[in-house]
Nanobody
Framework: QVQLVESGGGLVQAGGSLRLSCAAS????????MGWFRQAPGKEREFVGG????????NYADSVKGRFTISRDSAKNTVYLQMNSLKPEDTAVYYC?????????????WGQGTQVTVSS
């Protein structure tokens, strides 16, 4: 089992940047594919991007491609979501999640979420 804690959310103006962190504890961090998801008010949760456990390959939703970057630091058991050129439509609660499968597989463990608000 793994526990996930997100941090780094906040209020930022459009065009600005934020970096979210997700600290993992429990089982070996490198065992998991890590993903980021978000949920805006009144909308379903959506996939933002993920980083594979073995190769470190990343995949992103089209809506964030070229603006967001996911990385992982195995020494710190932490995965990051660097968000640049933020838009008001990026406003959401952001969640990190861990999967024993691939980036588009089932995610077994979830963090509590961190709020990101982008003002216009």
């Amino acid at each position: 089992q793994v526990q996930l804690v997100e941090s780094g959310g906040g209020l930022v103006q459009a065009g600005g940047s934020l970096r979210l962190s997700c600290a993992a504890s429990g089982r070996t961090f490198s065992t998991y594919t890590m993903g980021w998801f978000r949920q805006a008010p009144g909308k379903e949760r959506e996939f933002v991007g993920g980083i594979s456990r073995i190769s470190g390959n990343t995949n992103y939703a089209d809506s964030v491609k070229g603006r967001f970057t996911i990385s992982r630091d195995s020494a710190k058991n932490t995965v990051y979501l660097q968000m640049n050129s933020l838009k008001p439509e990026d406003t959401a609660v952001y969640y990190c999640a861990a999967s024993l499968g691939g980036i588009y597989g089932n995610y077994n463990y979830w963090g509590q979420g961190t709020q990101v608000t982008v003002s216009s």
